[in-house]
């Protein structure tokens, strides 16, 4: 698991070297939150980028070798609104899924790509290379937003309660806008899917 997140690390800094402003989510910007951040289950490499950067993170990424994985969630290389067939690394450590929204609607409607960018923060990845600098990250109630938006679209199953273990995390040891985060769960209908989460973590203690 730490090689995994050492070379989505890897991958993360040769796009943005390449120029294209990108943003980690879910698995990989999560494990901020955890020591050491192997601890958290990882999965595809989620990459946020603006919708007219997405071909060319597509050609970055094929010149590294990367080749596209069909998904059988949709025939025409998208698998939801806002993301597509994951391209997978030359040595199979790495698959990449590029998202041109936070998560899947209802939040895609909700919260625009271009404010997930703008409110971003400066930070080092606790797995970034040494001397590679800070780079931008999630701000935490987008963190927040996305584990509410994922947990929802899980249906809270159990494989789901990673994502409210992660937003336990984050309110420990982040500060959160919550006045922020409740407006954006207003206008995406979220709403019962804050109330669940955070009573669940009231019931866990966390």
Do not use: C, M
Request: net charge negative; charged share 20%; proline share 7%.
């Amino acid at each position: 698991r730490r090689l995994q997140l050492v070379r989505q690390s890897e991958t993360l800094a040769t796009l943005r070297a390449a120029g294209i402003e990108v943003l980690a989510i879910k698995g990989f910007e999560a494990a901020r939150l955890y020591d050491p951040p192997s601890l958290r289950i990882l999965g595809d490499l989620d990459l946020l980028v603006r919708p007219g950067d997405a071909a060319a993170a597509v050609d970055a990424l094929e010149r590294l070798g990367f080749t596209v994985e069909p998904s059988p969630q949709g025939a025409l290389g998208v698998t939801s609104d806002v993301s597509f067939h994951p391209l997978v690394s030359p040595d199979g450590l790495v698959s990449v899924d590029l998202h041109t929204a936070l998560d899947a609607f209802p939040l895609s409607a909700a919260l625009s790509v271009a404010e997930v960018f703008a409110e971003a923060r400066v930070g080092a990845h606790p797995e970034a290379e040494a001397g590679t600098g800070a780079e931008p990250h999630l701000a935490p109630h987008h963190v927040a937003l996305a584990a509410l938006s994922n947990a929802a679209k899980e249906r809270f199953a159990p494989y789901a309660w990673r994502h409210l273990v992660d937003l336990g995390r984050l309110t420990l040891r982040e500060r959160i806008d919550w006045p922020s985060v409740d407006r954006t769960v207003a206008a995406a209908g979220l709403a019962p899917a804050r109330a669940t989460a955070l009573g669940a973590l009231r019931l866990l203690s966390l």
